[in-house]
């Protein structure tokens, strides 16, 4: 059975993004049933241009990604989730709606490398050296046996990577 993966920015153009392309992409590879999606609070409409760029650079098709919001995931007749990650501090703050399937919830926070100095060349460092740390995590995630973890476990393991 797919494990759904939830990841949540407030604006899902840049860092919720990333998170969702690398877990995407590492899932199939190392034979995981992973399925990750993302969405914002006050969705932008669109995509960083230097999120895909990152994405692309890596290798990951981001063909269909769009920014939406996180009421498609709470919506009656939603696919429930086991894991809603949050990767800002201001949609971890943010009052959440009910997930269907009650998931376990986590906050991984990452400084906007939208923010980042230095033009577009500083941009593109800081969304490549974002994808990174974002993808070390992911791989993290992968490596625990979602399918025979209890959500009280779940939630033990996923805080110890955060501390990792």
Known sequence: MTTNVLILCTHNSA???LAEGMLNHWAPKLGKDVRAHSAGSAPSGR???????????????????R?????????????????????????????????????VKVHWGYPDPSHAAGGDEGKRQAFELTRQAIGYRMLQLLAIPLDDLSNADLQHALNGILHS
């Open 15 to 17: 860092r919720s993004v």
């Open 47 to 65: 995509i960083n241009r230097f999120a895909l760029e990152a994405l692309a650079n890596a290798g990951i098709d981001t063909q269909g990604y």
């Open 67 to 103: 920014s939406k919001s996180w009421d498609e995931f709470a919506a009656s007749g939603a696919q429930p989730m086991r894991v809603v990650i949050t990767v800002c501090d201001s949609a971890a703050a943010e009052p959440c709606p009910y997930w269907p399937g009650s998931p």
